[in-house]
């Protein structure tokens, strides 16, 4: 496709669930990012991969947050015993090269995933 | 630490009107600052952006200005029509950091 697609649009989970968050990026972009927006809030920076190792992921709350990006492409983000703060709309991201914000690199958004822990 | 500023969260404009949309920021080291613009349902899209060595960007109706001694940057929206009634994200970014750092939006309704 031509933009980044995740999949599913929605999840609703029970608390202390698993659950897995899938991005596919635009084809040829070498880095990808994760965020999480809550209600009423901008999106706050997950973890960002430059081709498949995590480059930065600082921005993961704790350690119940894991992503993986194994073949450089398709990323995944996994969430394991979810709490219901975990509520939130995750967005990926993708981006040409990585090296700057500038013109040519700007980061394209997907649609996000919902997620609703209950 | 709320690094990023937009203190209007909401905004009416007339339509055919200039949309004037604010933030500020707190940290000096910014290299870049982008504009983000959120539909319902859809996720953010890239609308302009300005490097911090200049004061201004234009690009058709949309222009940015950056006032860094302020510490402060603009959107305007002239003239402005009804698809621009959106949520709008104020960012910013370090060069060797790729994460994009947001404010917490504006939405904008432009009144036919």
């Known amino acids: 496709g031509a933009g980044v697609s995740q999949t599913p649009s929605n999840k609703v989970t029970e608390k202390g669930k698993y659950v897995e968050l899938r991005c596919d990026p635009i084809?040829?972009?070498?880095?990808l990012y994760w965020y999480r927006q809550s209600l009423g809030q901008g999106p706050e920076f997950l973890i960002y991969?430059?081709?498949?190792?995590?480059?930065?992921d600082s921005g993961l709350p704790n350690d119940r947050f894991f992503a993986v990006r194994p073949e450089g492409s398709v990323s995944t983000l996994k969430i394991q015993r979810t709490e219901r703060g975990d509520s939130a709309v995750y967005l990926c991201?993708?981006?040409?090269?990585?090296?700057?914000?500038?013109?040519?690199?700007?980061?394209?958004f997907g649609p996000g995933t919902r997620l609703t822990v209950l | 630490d709320q690094q990023v500023k937009q203190n209007s969260p909401s905004l009416s404009v007339q339509e055919g009107r200039i949309s004037i949309l604010n933030c500020d920021y707190t940290?000096?080291?910014?290299?870049?600052f982008l504009w983000y613009k959120k539909y319902p349902a859809e996720g953010p899209t890239f609308l302009i952006s300005?490097?911090?060595?200049?004061d201004k960007n234009e690009d058709g109706r949309f222009t940015v200005f950056l006032n860094k001694s302020a510490k402060h940057l603009s959107l305007h929206i002239v003239p402005s029509q009804p698809g621009d009634s959106a949520v709008y994200f104020c960012?910013?970014?370090?060069?060797?950091?790729?994460?994009?750092?947001f404010g917490t939006g504006t939405r904008l309704t432009i009144i036919p």
């Open positions: 991201a993708s981006s040409f090269t990585g090296t700057s914000g500038g013109p040519g690199n700007e980061q394209f």
């Open positions: 084809s040829g972009h070498t880095a």
């Open positions: 991969f430059q081709g498949t190792g995590a480059a930065d």
């Open positions: 940290n000096s080291m910014f290299d870049y």
């Open positions: 300005i490097s911090s060595i200049k």
């Open positions: 960012a910013a970014i370090r060069f060797g950091n790729e994460k994009l750092t």
